[in-house]
């Protein structure tokens, strides 16, 4: 096969995108630019990508009086919430203290969306806490739609002001940087090829695989650390910087009972179907199973699976449980399916060429395919009976084409060389314990003084690309130190993703969307004070009058700084 006709057919955007050296790029030549000289715009914050902590970013510096130009490579802003189609994973405190005031005003304003545009019925429009999804995994499953929605009109009074300008369907190809600091991102456009010159004070990246690192030399690492250089338990003996966490093609489905939705079989079928997992500890078998590797004890494990019923996965993320609306509104209930079954593990997608980046993206979405595949047609049913023929694929819940969301769920990216870098020492339980010398219940995270948020999570890693099984170990409630967001040598540009100074180990507790949200949240609030105090990022944390004003600063717009001691 040709190399273009190959790299078409892995595109992964709706008007032909694919990934390159963990980006997403044009898959078709851009039109010739040798006599048109790039565009050049000027902002006081320029943020590349618009995902979850991007759009977090976006509105703290907006509503601290910053202009800001964010990139975002979908047509969807939103990232994990949107593009990746990921219904959010939370602490069991978000309802009260766990989260910012602005992420719990976007949760709430989902809720709002959906009493307001939606025939819910009675019960459920008087549910406070509504879950329009009613999913395990989550106090609020929604449609990624309503998300987008939500942001777009959180959003919506910037954009009109001329504070904030959102170039959608645009990604970062080059940067100009003169010693410790940026001058200008140039992005191109998927649609024209053009090319724009960004300036601005102040870069972020809140990308899904770190995308800016590279383009400006600034010091990152990825895949696992070595022990002596983290002193993690969990930590591998050696550096391991192509071990990575798997990726996830996800996809919502609905379920219609007595309906034939099968889909034509996919070409990787027979090599998916019979495929076992190789990895350490052993996973429980062949990957397309109701049974696998249980994340916590790795002993086999079986959720189940029914859709008529409502019960195992088919709930664990769900997006809509029709009980919540009026007859009729939907004809089942819709699911998202990112489960075990569909983590792809075999390649990684960051720092690899671009034609091995792109056949680890097609064979991943052939996965969740042959996974939908074998629901349908193979599965085991409680009555005795194969396959869920009923399982309808929506792609117009994700807005693609092929029914899978326009990005792949990236859980690991490209990681900073940070001026303090959180480890499992820090977090872990039993390292918390230890140091401690105290019970689970009386140990507590590291405090950290420079804290800009908190976070509550599990340390979960999905199996690797290294063949490492699940590591899915306790943590403590955390903080988010301003060190972990601070590059050792770059002055202007921050992280705002899943690219802070984490290590391997934790950053399978700081990645969910509350603390992407938090991460972004401090960014672009840090941004605007350096801006009014004419001062650079990281002499806020070393002096001490500084950071205890922007600490202040924080408190005062809602960022909680530690979690109650009770």
């Keep these: 096969m040709r190399r273009r006709t190959f790299l078409e057919r892995a595109a992964l955007l709706t008007g032909g995108a694919c990934l390159s050296r963990g980006r997403l790029v044009a898959a078709t030549p851009a039109p010739q630019q040798t006599s048109v000289r790039p565009r050049e715009l000027a902002a006081e914050l320029v943020i590349i990508g618009g995902g ?24 969807w802003i939103g990232g994990q919430l949107t593009s990746q189609a990921v219904p959010p994973d939370e602490n069991a405190l978000i309802e009260t203290v766990g989260a910012t005031q602005s992420y719990q005003s976007f949760r709430g304003k989902v809720r709002d969306y959906y009493r307001r545009n939606f025939p819910l019925t009675a019960e459920a429009r008087a549910t406070r806490a509504l879950n329009p999804g009613n999913g395990g995994v ?32 645009h990604q970062a190809v080059a940067a100009d940087v003169g010693g410790d600091r940026i001058a200008v991102v140039r992005v191109r456009s998927h ?41 993690e338990p969990h930590a591998k003996s050696e550096a391991q910087p192509a071990n990575m966490q798997s990726f996830t093609c996800c996809f919502a489905v609905e379920y219609l009972e007595g309906e034939d939705h099968a889909i034509e079989r996919p070409a990787e079928y027979a090599f998916w179907r019979d495929h076992v997992p190789p990895l350490t500890p052993p996973w429980s078998g062949r990957l397309l199973s109701l049974t696998y590797s249980q994340p916590k004890t790795l002993k086999p494990f079986a959720m189940g699976f ?11 993320r769900r997006l809509v449980d029709r009980a919540n609306f009026a007859p009729g509104t939907y004809p089942g209930d819709v699911t998202l399916v990112n489960w075990p079954q569909n983590d792809y593990m075999l390649g990684n997608l960051i ?11 097609a064979r991943a979405k052939q996965l969740s395919l042959s996974l939908l595949y074998w629901l349908q047609t193979e599965c085991p049913r409680p009555d005795g009976g194969v396959g869920w023929k009923g399982l309808r694929l929506r792609p117009d819940i994700v807005g693609t084409e092929d029914g899978l969301a326009k990005y792949p769920y990236i859980r690991e990216s490209r990681r900073i060389r940070a001026e303090f870098t959180v480890t499992e020492l820090h977090v872990g339980t039993s390292a918390r314990m230890k140091a401690m010398n105290a019970t689970a219940a009386q140990s507590a995270a590291e405090v950290f003084p420079d804290s800009v948020g908190i976070g509550n999570y599990s340390i979960d890693l999905h199996p690797s690309s290294g063949g ?5 170990i306790g ?15 770059m002055e202007n540009l921050l992280p705002a993703c899943k690219n802070i100074g984490t290590t391997h180990i934790t950053n399978g507790c700081y990645r969910l969307h509350p603390v992407e949200w938090n991460i972004g949240e401090a960014v672009g609030a840090l941004t605007a004070f350096c801006r009014s105090r004419k001062c650079e990022p990281r002499q806020v944390r070393a002096k001490s009058d500084l950071l205890a004003e ?13 979690w109650p001691k009770t």
Excluded: W
């Design 550 to 562: 922007f600490q202040a600063q924080l408190v005062a717009q809602g960022v909680r700084l530690a």
């Design 138 to 169: 989550s106090r609020l499953c929604h449609e990624p739609r309503v998300a987008l929605a939500v942001l777009e009109e959180m959003l919506a009074p910037f954009i009109a002001s001329g504070r904030v300008q959102i170039l959608r369907r």
């Design 351 to 361: 720092d690899v060429s671009p034609e091995e980046a792109a056949k680890h993206l």
């Design 475 to 489: 943590a403590r409630p955390f903080q988010i130190p301003l060190g972990a967001l601070l590059p050792r040598r």
């Design 468 to 472: 490492d099984n699940y590591i899915d």
């Design 306 to 316: 029914d859709p008529a019923q409502g019960t195992g996965l088919f709930k664990y």
């Design 52 to 75: 979850v902590g991007g759009c977090a970013c976006a509105l703290a510096a907006a509503r601290n009086g910053l202009r800001v130009i964010m990139s975002e490579e979908t047509d």
């Design 191 to 231: 649609e024209s090829g053009r090319e724009l010159g960004l300036h601005a004070p102040f870069f972020v990246d809140a990308t899904e695989t770190g995308e800016l690192l590279p383009l400006t030399r600034t010091e990152y690492v990825t895949g696992a650390e070595a022990q002596r250089e983290t002193g």
